[in-house]
């Protein structure tokens, strides 16, 4: 199937563990992200990188960090996790400007 | 700056019609997209406008007027399927760019 496809869908760990997101897209699209959702559904932007470069950063503390690996991954590794990273981590993937986002199913992280 | 304003919550009975109102910040402003979420679920894609005027797709249509910073989503014809949350966001000019409002929470009644 096409699609965008994250793993793990569930991810429950304790404070200061680091842990690893992965995300992939066959749609053939350039762009992919990673946005935040918190309990109050609000969908935050992340990250976007354009055919593995980034493209935007939106002043995510640098325990997180990226990585694309080629223009169909984008992985996302968290360090020391804390409590207010419990949310759910959605990946994306477009395939060019203005062009309809299409969201991976999304990671629900637990931090305890 | 980019920020959207959008109700928190809407309820409507079924088969009603429902207007989703947004209103945005117009720094860089490109277009405006409508995306619905189930709970548990992923955002799906509904709708995009960048010109004004309104565009339709079978019981769901999307309105923008760029003078006015404010565009909205319409829904016809409501049914229980439809109970969701639902999401304007804006595509700013500054690339790959693209916010969402903070959702509109559609209950519908029998």
């Known amino acids: 199937d096409t699609a965008v496809s994250q793993t793990p869908k569930y991810l429950v760990t304790q404070m200061g563990n680091d842990k690893s997101i992965k995300c992939e897209q066959n749609?053939?699209?350039?762009?992919m992200y990673w946005y935040k959702q918190d309990s109050k559904k609000f969908l935050k932007i992340m990250f976007s990188?354009?055919?593995?470069?980034?493209?935007i950063n939106e002043t995510v503390p640098n325990r997180f960090s990226p990585k694309s690996p080629d223009k169909a991954h984008l992985n996302l590794h968290i360090n020391s996790l804390e409590l207010g990273d419990s949310a759910v981590y959605f990946c994306?993937?477009?395939?060019?400007?203005?062009?309809?986002?299409?969201f991976g199913n999304g990671t629900r992280l637990t931090v305890t | 700056g980019q920020s959207l304003e959008q109700p928190s919550e809407v309820t409507a009975v079924e088969g009603a019609i429902v207007q989703i109102n947004c209103t945005y910040q117009?720094?860089?402003?490109?277009?405006l997209s409508w995306y619905q979420q189930h709970d548990g679920g992923a955002p799906t894609f509904l709708s995009y406008n960048a010109l004004d005027g309104l565009e339709e797709t079978g019981r769901f249509s999307s309105f923008l007027s760029r003078s006015d910073s404010y565009g909205y989503l319409l829904l016809q014809e409501l049914q229980m399927k439809d109970s969701a949350s639902y999401f304007c966001a804006v595509t700013y000019s500054s690339a790959s760019k693209i916010i969402f409002g903070s959702g509109t929470r559609l209950s519908i009644r029998p």
């Open positions: 994306a993937s477009s395939d060019r400007d203005n062009s309809p986002l299409h």
């Open positions: 749609l053939g699209h350039d762009t």
């Open positions: 990188y354009n055919n593995k470069e980034l493209i």
């Open positions: 117009t720094s860089g402003f490109y277009g």
